[in-house]
């Protein structure tokens, strides 16, 4: 089973600009999570989709946003880049009914902003 | 709000050696899960091992093993025989139950090196 596929894995834009990231769950999870990992700040939660609605959404100005597509593939939007949205970005999915809370993550996309 | 903390920044051991990484937390809910997860250098965070708040006795999965202390709100984690490849970065991580969706509150991280 394929896992958690994320892209792209590294990319660099300057600030102002907007970046689409894409994350492909494993088959079968219907719930998709995003997360910023920063040096600084460590690991903070952005949003969960789930069958193509937002569940729940982080503490994240509205620059960020996301969707999920009826395939459960999700992404994210980052609109007007600053510097500090440089960070590493994971996408984690989720089976349910499968109540076991693990998320299975992806190997992240590397943006910097410059 | 939940709060995680993990105060050891970085940890190292000898291979073969014990090694236990600490984490407390703060919570005011009563069914949760907690987690410790592994990301190595490599950078895909892997799920090394689960412990549901309503059950008393600790979670162990081979190697791993965690001493939880509900009252305490303590959630350590244990590595036996420790191996090159337990080197990684390790996050403690608390999930709250029944909540209807599933999102991790994540401590800062332990660095683990694992020394030949």
């Known amino acids: 089973k394929a896992g958690v596929t994320q892209t792209p894995r590294y990319l660099i834009k300057t600030r102002g600009q907007q970046v689409t990231l894409s994350c492909s769950p494993i088959?079968?999870?219907?719930?998709v999570s995003w997360y910023q990992q920063t040096p600084g700040q460590g690991l903070q939660f952005l949003f969960e989709?789930?069958?193509?609605?937002?569940?729940n959404k982080g503490n994240f100005p509205g620059r960020f946003s996301g969707r999920q597509f009826s395939n459960s593939r999700s992404e994210m939007n980052v609109s007007t880049l600053e510097l500090g949205d440089s960070a590493l970005y994971l996408c984690?999915?989720?089976?349910?009914?499968?109540?076991?809370?693990?998320?299975?993550f992806g190997e992240g996309s590397r943006l910097t902003v410059l | 709000a939940q709060t995680v903390t993990q105060s050891q920044p970085e940890m190292s051991v000898q291979e073969a050696e014990t090694v236990t990484l600490s984490c407390t937390y703060d919570?005011?809910?009563?069914?949760?899960?907690l987690f410790w997860y592994k990301q190595p250098p490599s950078r895909q965070m892997i799920l090394v091992i689960r412990?549901?708040?309503?059950?008393?006795q600790n979670a162990t999965e081979n190697r791993f093993s965690v001493n939880f202390q509900k009252a305490a709100k303590s959630f350590s984690l244990k590595i036996s025989d420790s191996q090159l490849g337990d080197t990684a970065m390790y996050f403690c991580?608390?999930?709250?139950?029944?909540?209807?969706?599933?999102?991790?509150?994540f401590g800062k991280g332990t660095k683990l090196s694992v020394i030949p």
């Open positions: 984690a999915s989720s089976s349910q009914p499968k109540d076991t809370g693990e998320l299975f």
């Open positions: 088959s079968g999870h219907r719930s």
């Open positions: 989709y789930f069958s193509e609605t937002q569940r």
């Open positions: 919570t005011s809910e009563s069914n949760y899960y």
């Open positions: 412990q549901e708040a309503y059950k008393q």
């Open positions: 991580a608390f999930m709250k139950l029944g909540a209807g969706s599933y999102q991790l509150t």
